[in-house]
T-cell receptor, first 116, second 114 residues
Framework: GAVVSQHPSRVICKSGTSVKIECRSL??????MFWYRQFPKQSLMLMAT?????????EQGVEKDKFLINHASLTLSTLTVTSAHPEDSSFYIC????????????FGPGTRLTVL | AQSVAQPEDQVNVAEGNPLTVKCTYS??????LFWYVQYPNRGLQFLLK??????LVKGSYGFEAEFNKSQTSFHLKKPSALVSDSALYFC????????????FGKGNQVVVIP
């Protein structure tokens, strides 16, 4: 299957700093990528849909100025958590959409963010 | 809007016994249904999906799922569970011709007891 990578896999930062998470589709082009947030033992909450070359579409209740998304190329989307606070600590997962085939969305391995 | 319900929090099963993880959905139009598995601190791995055709769908690692339109269900099954099947399982639904978004159920923790 297709491969999606995320970097970093784990990050610890101080409150008030910004953190950038990269999501890359390694062997296919993805016009659409999705960013999810997952709390321990809970489901994935869709934060935003990232579209290559256009603005991201944010879900209700997600602050677009807090969670900046850039989809600058067909293989890369980035999520920047600005001025991070401890309540932003979570597991962030991206997925990349590829049309056709048995599977459609390929998920990255996730990034564990801890804000001190 | 589409939604998915996974009524149980945790499913415990003895190794070698059949495993069933329940999922019901609510969506207007014909649904695309998915099952994913997640191991600790990992992303989601695709198991199988239903779009059209045979109601019984076979997927990875010996899993299968049966689409039941009248009951709006898509239960995941495995005839003989392995200890390595212990993980978090998510059911998801997508409405075709939409924006390819998935709506996930809350997930079921499966514990296979040796």
């Amino acid at each position: 299957g297709a491969v999606v990578s995320q970097h970093p896999s784990r990050v610890i930062c101080k409150s008030g700093t910004s953190v950038k998470i990269e999501c890359r589709s390694l062997d296919f082009q993805a016009t659409t990528m999705f960013w999810y947030r997952q709390f321990p033992k809970q489901s994935l909450m869709l934060m935003a849909t990232s579209n290559e070359g256009s603005k991201a579409t944010y879900e209700q209740g997600v602050e677009k100025d807090k969670f900046l998304i850039n989809h600058a190329s067909l293989t890369l989307s980035t999520l920047t958590v600005t001025s991070a606070h401890p309540e932003d600590s979570s597991f962030y997962i991206c997925s990349a959409y590829r049309s056709g085939g048995a599977n459609e969305q390929f998920f990255g391995p996730g990034t564990r963010l801890t804000v001190l | 809007a589409q939604s998915v319900a996974q009524p149980e929090d945790q499913v415990n099963v003895a190794e070698g016994n059949p495993l069933t993880v329940k999922c019901t959905y609510s969506v207007s139009g014909n649904p695309y249904l998915f099952w994913y598995v997640q191991y600790p601190n990992r992303g989601l791995q695709f198991l199988l999906k239903y779009i059209t055709g045979d109601n019984l769908v076979k997927g990875s690692y010996g899993f299968e799922a049966e689409f039941n339109k009248s009951q709006t269900s898509f239960h995941l099954k495995k005839p003989s569970a392995l200890v390595s099947d212990s993980a978090l399982y998510f059911c998801a639904v997508r409405v075709p011709y939409g924006n390819n978004r998935l709506a996930f159920g809350k997930g079921n923790q499966v514990v296979v007891i040796p």
